[in-house]
């Protein structure tokens, strides 16, 4: 990080403008700033010096649809979560940066696959398109998770591999988009469950990160250099949300996660 060039920088303050953008309008490309920090810097090194950027995302994205979360599904989620940041800090113990690329690239790709195949079975079951309808509900379109075939099982499932997933690369935004997605979820609901969830979930990774050496004065450093980029992709964001389509939305949110997976597997 001491050596890091101009056009290097330039890169990393792109990619913070886009997490602002990915905050508060479409949250599954937020993983194509993950790839850009993770080819500019180390890739363990590289979580340490986003986690602050996305904390500030994270506030950011809260202030704006800090009413449109549901607390339900939150808290559904948590428990598997905590047991995934776990796993994933065990795994950062011996992990060098091939093997978290390519795991957390393989991860978003099948899990993109499995969200796809689920959809396409709710849409062939309810004989209408999924993510249609009124914009502005808060919880899924079903009005119950159960209903739309994303219960518990489910909520356990996307929440060990979202805290895992979070943990080592923070790449957990796609696992939860996806989750989101395949629940139901409109967008003001997706965009206030996300961003209560990710506030919670990145300020509770701070003492992990800091107790393995991925956030340091070094770090924080690069971190104070980048931060206010995020303020203008943030603004960027809130004012394309409301312009974006719903099913466009999905669309953009499955294409991201699927470009970000292979960024991941390919850099």
Known sequence: MDT??????AALAAASTLVGFSKT??????????????????????TGVLLPILIVG????VHVYRR????????????????????GTLFLLWADDAAVRTSIGAILLFMTGVTLWRRRIAEKETGAEAGTGAEADTGPAAGDEAATGTGRTAAR???VLGGFTTMVANAGGPVMSLYLL???FRKLGFLGTSAWFFLILNVSKVPF???LGLIDARSLLLDACLLLFVLPGAYLGRVCVDRINQKVFDRIVIGATVVGGLQLLLV
């Open 4 to 9: 890091i060039s101009l056009w290097q920088l």
């Open 209 to 211: 990160s800091v107790g």
């Open 182 to 184: 395949s629940a139901g």
């Open 58 to 61: 994270d506030l950011l994205a």
């Open 25 to 46: 309008a479409v949250s599954g490309a937020n993983t194509i700033s993950l790839a850009v920090f993770a080819a500019v810097l180390p890739a363990r090194e590289s």
């Open 68 to 87: 449109h979360a549901h607390w339900p599904t939150l808290l559904r989620l948590f428990p598997a979560v905590a047991v995934g940041v776990v796993m």
């Open 157 to 159: 499932g996307y929440g």
